[in-house]
């Protein structure tokens, strides 16, 4: 059974950090890119970061290009994305997903339409 579980995130005054991981089960990860997504208040659910197999190639929103690095550890199969400079506009539920096979390799998308299985999602919440 495929399975994604976010977690890390949190309350964090704005120019924080923070660190989410996405554990991920019952699939290889080396085979497959992974994608952080968010959804804000009363917004549709955006593409944040995505990672490619191999991590040849990663993708960034421009809204946080800069600040939010995404890596992946194929042994811990764990993709974590990395949060600096906090804004308030950060604000969001975040989820991971796997994309939808078959895999292409070296690539990835911000499109959610691209990804088939979702974790639960992590609150983050930037505020003073």
């Known amino acids: 059974q495929v399975q994604l579980a976010e977690s890390g995130g949190g309350l964090v005054q704005p120019g924080g950090s923070l660190r989410l991981s996405c554990v991920t089960s019952g699939f290889t990860l080396d085979h497959y890119a992974v994608g952080w997504f968010r959804r804000a208040p009363g917004k549709e659910r955006e593409g944040v970061s995505c990672?490619?197999?191999?991590?040849?190639?990663?993708n960034y929103a421009d809204s946080v290009k800069g600040r939010f690095t995404i890596t992946r550890d194929n042994g811990k199969k764990t993709v974590y994305l990395q949060m600096d400079g906090l804004k308030t506009e950060d604000t969001a539920v975040y989820f991971c997903?796997?994309?939808?096979?078959?895999?292409?390799?070296?690539?990835?998308?911000?499109?959610?339409?691209?990804?088939?299985?979702w974790g639960q999602g992590t609150q983050v919440t930037v505020s003073s």
């Open positions: 990672i490619s197999t191999g991590a040849s190639n990663t």
């Open positions: 997903a796997r994309v939808r096979p078959p895999t292409r390799l070296g690539v990835c998308s911000l499109s959610e339409y691209e990804y088939i299985d």
